[in-house]
């Protein structure tokens, strides 16, 4: 089992290629009203979670409802891929704002199980090249994420300790 210590208050950014499991790992570990979703806003504000010319639109949304629940003290988790800097900054300002520490959970899978996973789903339609751009970007997320402002990062790597991981909440004083 991997523990993943996080404070009680946090913004959680989930890291990860499309395919990696990041919605799947926010239903497991944390209750719906918890994770704030890319593809929830895009939604709210397009009435199409798939429609990516709503992307401003929807971070805009997302980082406003964030904001809120940070002032009043609870733990958020975002699940988008927040795999360039521009994204994370948003995030990272988010919770400098209200003081609350930016942490980072980076799920990273094989690129096959990735495309396999998302080859099956009739939801998402990019091809293998927009797969191969995220993982580039992942791969250079790694060593930026702690410089960016992140307060820890929870590095899992695998199918396997992606699904040995349990959250432990550390106390605040
Ligand atoms: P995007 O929203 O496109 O960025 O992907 P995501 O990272 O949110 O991935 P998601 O959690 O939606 O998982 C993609 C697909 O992989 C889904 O069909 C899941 O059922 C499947 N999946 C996710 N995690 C696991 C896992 O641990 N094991 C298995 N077998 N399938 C998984
Ligand atoms: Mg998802």
Do not use: C
Request: aromatic letters at 6%.
């Amino acid at each position: 089992m991997t523990v993943l210590d996080i404070p009680e208050l946090a913004l959680v950014a989930l890291v990860g290629v499309s395919g990696s499991g990041k919605s799947t790992f926010a239903r497991r570990h944390f209750a719906p009203s918890q994770v704030l979703s890319s593809d929830t806003f895009r939604g709210l504000v397009a009435d199409d979670e798939n429609d990516q010319s709503a992307s401003a639109d929807a971070f805009d949304a997302l980082h406003h409802v964030a904001a809120i629940r940070l002032r009043r003290g609870l733990l958020t988790v975002v699940d988008a891929t927040n795999l360039q800097p521009h994204a994370r900054a948003g995030l990272i300002r988010v919770a400098r704002e209200h003081d609350v520490l930016p942490v980072a959970i980076v799920l990273d899978v094989p690129e096959a199980v990735a495309w396999e996973r998302t080859e099956a789903r009739a939801d998402r339609t990019f091809g293998r090249q927009v797969l191969n751009r995220m993982r580039r970007d992942l791969r250079q997320s790694f060593g930026r994420l702690a410089r960016e402002g992140f307060r820890k990062v929870h590095v899992l790597r695998g199918v396997e300790e992606i699904d040995a991981a349990e959250i432990r909440y550390e106390k605040m004083f």
